[in-house]
């Protein structure tokens, strides 16, 4: 670092941040304590700037003793800032460790650097456990880029702080791991599937990606894997259009318009680290299939053509209701495709976290609750690839030839059940069957003109839509209905798209579809299902695939039959072989009355011998700010009941009364319905038993707000319910008023579905009273019945019902 006008110009910068980072208060903030941005892990990237900028002074002996000071100061704080606020293993957690570690190296402090490179959720416990035995990031491939990025930061300067994660075969092998997964699942198109909460169409030859792998090369002392995969996004993919985020977030050079991608254009950071010249790739990019054990993702890919299936984990707060999503990208045209998540501002958000906005089976008309599918099996025999995937009561299992795919999708239920497929195709075509369309109805806020379909004779219906001179063509056997929709097109795109559900009721149904794509004349002639067979009747002859429990066979004619299997292990989740101090739900009881209380924001008609308290320390979810303490904010509770609803009475302690009008501009916050930016309620009802509710029911939440213009209350869903059919927040009736010490809530609320009301009866409860002040956009934190404290961000309007109590039930 010869340039002393340089280093000149650097030293103002610091001095600059340092004199006004104590302007910024740390105050009002979306996700976690930060002075100069909304977030702590933004923070935490500008402060692995800051100290690399200073660090880069210091060694170069141009760092004074004024600038050396403010340095101290602004890193101290930032480390104070970060360090109390530990996310486990959110990808995001990982930027704080590098942070930490960054301020660690400056201050030379071992056990700072000993804890978050070390520590339970440091540096390392993120490369082994964030990211599977398959190299991906738990979140998916848009958290599994932004934590990589964070974990190679955090790495260099564990390097500083003498732990070389290269020099230890474990930690290089999982690091090697986590490079090569984005070229794992990578769309022919060079971009990255938009799975769970990822951002849809976005290339993975953008400078902020194309760094990982040139840093990765030099560091693991260049891996030959990934350098036909780098060398393909230098020469193969389209140039990308940069998008603003990228450029704060990652010093990607902003434009609006594609430009060619090189290694020129990428940051200080990659000029430092990645080798002089890139050696030549000595065979080109060529993808195989694979199954990603750790995603539960296979992919089968064969001639430029991929097919992919989702059998895995959920994927954690990130995740989508999208178990058994069937992905195509086949001949340049991206056929169905997994929608990922539009803005988290906007409305439609809901609509792209649904199972109905994917390829997914869903049943009863409810999305997916979450949880686990598993991959039953997986093979590949060359020519033929298959995958079987459960997500009960439902398995799915894919085929994948050199001409045509075969996908059949299984139900097996104790009791009637409505299965239903939809179908979100590209380009534009219809159905080639003949027959007719009449109105029919497929209830969802976002879903308009629904039709049904009626074949003028029965047997297959088959669907062919066309795009960019290529055509796909589906052969569907059910026995059930065809509907035709429109709901929201992929996100940014603001038209309105077709899409088709396939729907049959049974305890046993099946949904077979024979898919061809192609470019020239089709191969498929006809279709035929016999029992448990499927013939294919191609321009080569017939093939007949015959479907077993954990076996599919190929009976080419005229050839050799090709038997695939692959049957893979179960893997079952994890449980303790001893829980010590197993929490204990809060109860309470709710006594039945012979009339409804009045509901008119007093306490008459409510018996107040037992209430429900929520004033402890350890009942507050706090913001920046500890618990004020009861005399500023506290609740008491009471619960009564009859055979048609749940009646609650709060009683709020809070000296300001902060609410949010009906009729207020939208705040447009990420992941958060605006009243819960108000005093107010949160409610939850469930069936007593089972983890979802009784016979898998899910549970009902309601957000209640008081209304500053008269008695009345406003009642919503909360966005873990939305898809109930049982929330209905008409339903929700009540009322409240002002006392001396803050106000009271009255509210009577149905029992939802599986719920029995009786003497002696138990319902699982949760009650939430949110916390707004004067001056704040955002609350500033909220009391929760059934305790926990913790932090308020990220938490929205949802409460996950393992942490409800009971209500008895007396007689």
Not at 674 to 687: E, F, R
């Amino acid at each position: 670092m010869d340039d002393r006008a340089a280093a000149a110009r650097a030293r103002d910068i610091l001095n600059a941040y340092a004199q006004r980072y104590w302007r910024y208060p740390n105050r009002d903030n979306v996700l976690g304590p930060s002075r100069l941005f909304y977030s702590t892990y933004i923070e935490s990237l500008w402060t692995c700037n800051y100290v690399a900028a200073a660090t880069l002074l210091r060694t170069s002996d141009e760092l004074d003793d004024a600038t050396a000071r403010g340095v101290n100061q602004v890193a101290e704080e930032a480390a104070t800032l970060i360090g109390e606020y530990d996310e486990g293993f959110s990808n995001r957690q990982t930027w704080n460790n590098a942070a930490l570690a960054a301020v660690a190296v400056w201050f030379e402090d071992e056990e700072l650097a000993q804890r978050v490179i070390e520590g339970d959720t440091g540096l390392i416990a993120h490369l082994l456990r964030g990211y599977g035995r398959d190299g991906m990031w738990y979140e998916g491939e848009n958290y599994h880029l932004f934590a990589l990025r964070g974990m190679l930061t955090g790495a260099g300067w564990a390097r500083l702080a003498g732990v070389d994660f290269t020099a230890d075969q474990r930690l290089a092998e999982r690091l090697h791991a986590a490079l090569r997964a984005p070229t794992l699942t990578a769309l022919p198109d060079f971009t990255y599937p938009a799975r769970k909460d990822s951002r849809f169409g976005v290339s993975l030859a953008q400078p902020a990606y194309l760094e990982l792998w040139e840093i990765g090369l030099a560091r693991l002392e260049q891996p030959h894997d990934l350098l036909p995969w780098l060398s393909a996004l230098y020469t193969q993919a389209e140039p990308p259009t940069l998008q603003l985020l990228e450029s704060y977030l990652h010093d990607a050079p902003g434009s609006r318009e594609p430009f060619p991608v090189s290694r020129s254009r990428l940051s200080w950071w990659s000029l430092l680290e990645m080798v002089p010249e890139l050696p030549a790739a000595e065979e080109s990019w060529s993808p195989q299939s694979v199954l990603l054990e750790g995603q539960g993702l296979a992919v089968l890919r064969r001639d430029g053509r991929y097919v992919s299936l989702e059998c895995g984990p959920y994927g954690g707060g990130h995740g989508h209701p999208d178990r058994l999503q069937l992905t195509l990208h086949a001949d340049g045209v991206y056929w169905l495709p997994d929608p990922g998540t539009g803005s988290y501002v906007a409305h439609d958000l809901f609509w792209y976290r649904s199972t109905l906005a994917h390829n997914a089976p869903r049943l009863n008309g409810e999305s997916q609750a979450p949880g686990n599918a598993s991959c039953e099996c997986f093979d590949d025999r060359g020519d033929w690839v298959w995958v079987c995937g459960r997500f009960d009561p439902v398995r799915r299992m894919v085929t994948a030839g050199p001409q045509y795919i075969v996908d059949v999708t299984l139900l097996g239920a104790k009791e009637e059940t409505v299965l239903e497929l939809p179908w979100h195709l590209a380009g534009r075509g219809g159905v080639d069957t003949k027959g007719r369309w009449v109105d029919d109805e497929l209830p969802d806020e976002f879903v308009t003109r629904v039709q049904r379909f009626i074949p003028d004779v029965p047997g297959a219906v088959v669907l062919s839509h066309a795009q960019q001179q290529a055509q796909f063509t589906a052969h569907l056997f059910f026995e059930g209905d065809l509907l035709q929709a429109e709901g929201p097109g992929l996100p940014e795109q603001h038209d309105r798209a077709l899409f088709y559900v396939v729907r049959v009721r049974g305890r046993n149904a099946r949904i077979v579809s024979v898919i061809e794509t192609h470019k020239d004349a089709p191969v498929i002639r006809a279709v035929r299902i016999r029992g448990d067979t499927v013939e294919v009747e191609t321009t080569s002859g017939v093939e007949r695939h015959r479907l077993g429990t954990a076996e599919w066979v190929i009976e080419p004619e005229g050839d050799a039959s090709i038997t695939l299997r692959g049957q893979r292990e179960a893997t079952l989740p994890f449980s303790p072989l001893l829980e010590i101090d197993a929490p204990t739900p809060v109860a309470a009881p709710a006594f039945r009355v012979s009339s409804p209380p009045r509901l008119d924001g007093s306490l008459e008609g409510f018996d107040v011998s037992e209430p429900l308290e929520l004033g402890l320390e350890d009942q507050y979810r706090r913001s920046e700010d500890a618990y004020p303490g009861p005399e500023d904010l506290s609740a008491v509770a009471h619960a009564a009941w009859d055979e048609s609803a749940l009646y609650v009475a709060v009683e709020v302690t809070k000296p300001d009364v902060v609410l949010r009008p009906s009729g207020a501009a939208p705040l447009k916050l990420d992941n958060e319905p605006d009243d819960i930016h108000s005093d107010g309620l949160q409610v939850y009802i469930a069936p007593a038993s089972g983890p979802a509710g009784q016979d898998g029911v899910a549970p009902i939440g309601y957000l209640i707000v008081p209304n500053d213009d008269g008695h009345t209350v406003r009642a919503s869903p909360t966005s873990d319910s939305r898809d109930h059919t049982a929330t209905d927040p008409a339903q929700v009736r009540g009322a409240w008023r002002r006392t001396d010490t803050g106000y009271c809530v009255t509210v009577a609320i149905p029992w939802p579905p599986g719920a029995y009301p009786h003497a002696g009866g138990r319902v699982r409860f949760d009650l939430i009273v949110n916390e707004m002040l004067p001056g704040r956009l955002r609350r500033v934190g909220q009391l929760v019945w059934s305790g926990g404290g913790g932090w308020v961000w990220l938490r929205g309007d949802r409460q996950d019902p393992g942490r409800f109590g009971v209500v008895e039930l007396v007689g």
